[in-house]
């Protein structure tokens, strides 16, 4: 008899290990290691995970109970990926039950539901209590309640507790009284969030010969049911096919079909259907292009590495425009010719349909995409897809890593310096880790592709002495087209001011946009946003509205007239008067896109303005519209965040401007250089990517920040050089790790006690095990410790928020000690609500 080792759904820590399940026969050709199963567990049935199958004797295991149901014919992981969520578990401190939901599309996310049949055979309905039907109208009561509730429930098998409620809204009494008496019965099964998507389709219900037979005796009345007839006759090879196509074809009614079908000649029947996101769309096919000799050079030791099966990492250092999309499709097609499958994951904000279309224009129908815009529906089709064996390519935001692949070569991740690939939430994983780790367990190759490699990867790939990986370095320093890198300016927005300009627009970028529009040019000007937001001020006495749970300004939303919180999400009308002095000048301050709109709409009239970003890109399908709208020349210029910088190809960009370059320098984030510095490059490599040369404007208050400067050379290694300098001397990544702990409290006397207390007992044992000491000897296992501070967010949604940042070096298990000594101050604070998260390489210093 066969024991199942299964995580179990329930998100707590004393459930984060397998439990043992006993396999009853009827099951065993089905549980495989990555099922998913619905187990009994205290006196619910929740969904779970197989791990592990194991020969055992289950008598001498008592009380052992058997697994109630699997819940797929397929399972939805494999071995490998079961594994890989172990890993996950360990190396970023997480449950391992979570590592595993992550994995899954969140249709799959079943939760039980109470199902309610008839009871034992002996407690079925009794005389005394169902009244004979003649004297039914005498005995309106709960007796007459009772019998319809039982017929309802005989009718259907089995109901859920929900349909009961909805058919009886005041029966609950009596539901609970026939439960009690045994005379239904309840159970519990694990129900998806979502089905899949059955269409009605039309089938021959006899042999092509037997209806060619049929219709030759057909009544010449029936002239409509016998075109249908031989349509279907003639199409016989497709069926069956969608009802709605057949009707839709030949203009005729359900009726007639229906007319068909009793004359048992056709048959209805359901057939499963994907539902396509891309669908309708046609996808002009693209044929590989004769790469440069630049190109040539990278390409060579990623093909040979596919070609051997041979598990190697890859750091693609290629300037924007530099042609890594087509290495990636021709690596992807060797990869591909070897019957192996591949992963490509995209930054969310980049996955636009023009990134999208480069990979289906190639591989048509083999590609599935998989992002956050899909509906949940699509997103599982798309999933489902690649599960069955009907794509090869899974083109992707972070999450893509976990396409349930059988036989993945090659994950490709491009922009790999984004920050989106770290997931912000449980289980927080870095999909560039991951990737790697994955593509070790199935000798797979990963190619790392960026314009602006992480500092992480680059120094890994320069020392090749790092932990996690050290990826080989490939280069191309020039353009595939052939044409320049565009000429950067740096404007000092200081010296404007100082001559009087007080606009947003320096002298230069206005002149630059007025050629533009001359020329019927087109120009990208980028906000930086981040560090800004739109918040309101009395211009009076200086209050800001800030939200009443967390420690920060509201954001104003212009849309819907009111403030928003963008941790809690609390929301207030935007006040007409402030509330602290009375005044009436009280309006929205920051440097929003729109305002930057309204500015151009002054400066040019008439200009033409595609504005991009969170507040015009929330509905479906928008961003494709704006990007489309610009492409077509509907616009002069595509104003936005950070979604503009990135990916975007269009030939007649000739102009870059950036409005403010430096307002994210000052965040306390060690990475702010690094991220200026990519986001410029990347906006300057928007223009000037085909034939027309590129121009690009930089405003900034700190004209002379390495990040500007370096940023404005196309200066890569130089920016590196210095970067690492500061790093070095202050100990931050690269050469060294980073665990961030935050914890919460609703008190901020306890939730600081308890940082104290985490801090002390860290400190202690990394003493003991000669961990704790200095970072500066760069050779030496180390581990230093800062904090407790309060966080850069110091209360979030009521509760205050400490935290300390463990710095480590070396083969030490600071991660696991991390986690040990959290787990035990969160058990000796049991039920007084303290809350404690662990970030393994954290992203985000907030
Ligand atoms: N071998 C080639 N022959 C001709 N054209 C090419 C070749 N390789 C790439 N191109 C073209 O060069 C342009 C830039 O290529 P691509 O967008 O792939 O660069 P990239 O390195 O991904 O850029 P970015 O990092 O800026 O997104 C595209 O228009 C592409 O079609
Ligand atoms: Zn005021
Ligand atoms: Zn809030």
Redesign the pocket.
Known sequence: MDIAKVIVDVPVRSTDRPFDYSVPDAMKVWIEVGSRVAVPFGHRTVQGFVVALEYGDVRAVPGLKPVQEVLDLMPPLSPELVELADWISERYACRKISALQAMLPTALKGKAERLISLGDEEAEPDAAIFPDEEWLPMFPGPGREERDIAEFVRGSGEVSMKQLARAFPSGAETVKFMLRRGVLKESQSIKDKLGKKKLKAIDLAVDPEAARDALASFPARSARQKEVLSYLIDLEAVLPMPLKDVLAALQVTAGTVKGLEEKGLVEITEIEVYRDPYRGRDFKPSTP????EE?QAAYDPIAAAVEERRHEVFLLH?????????IYLQTIQRCVDQGRQAVVLVPEISLTPQMVERFKSRFGSGVAVMHSRLSSGERYDEWRKIREGKAFVAVGARSAVFAPFSNLGLVIIDEEHETSYKQEEHPRYHARDVAVRRAEQGDAVVVLGS?TPSLESYYAARSQSDIHFAPRLLTMST???GNALPRVEIVDMREELKEGNRSMFSRGLHSALAARLERGEQTVLLLNRRGFSTFVMCRSCGYVAGCPNCDISLTYHSRSDNLRCHYCGHAEPSPQVCPECGSEHIRFFGTGTQRVEEELGKLFPGIRVIRMDVDTTTEKGSHEKLLAGFRDKKADVLLGTQMVA??L?FPDVTLVGVITADSALNLPDFRAAEKTFQLLT?VA?RAG??SLPGEVLIQSYTPDHYSIIHASGHDYDSFVRDELRHRKELHYPPYCRLILVTLSHEEMSVALRMAENLALNLQGRARQRRWFGSLDKLSSDALDLLGPVASPIPRLKGRYRFQCIVKWRGSIDAIGLTREVADELEDSARDSGLQIGIDVDPQMMM
Not at 289 to 292: D, E, G, K, R, S
């Open positions: 292009l004769a790469l440069t190109q290629g300037v924007t425009g530099s042609g890594k999309t087509e314009a353009r595939a087209l990135k990916g190809d990347q490599g990517r085909h």
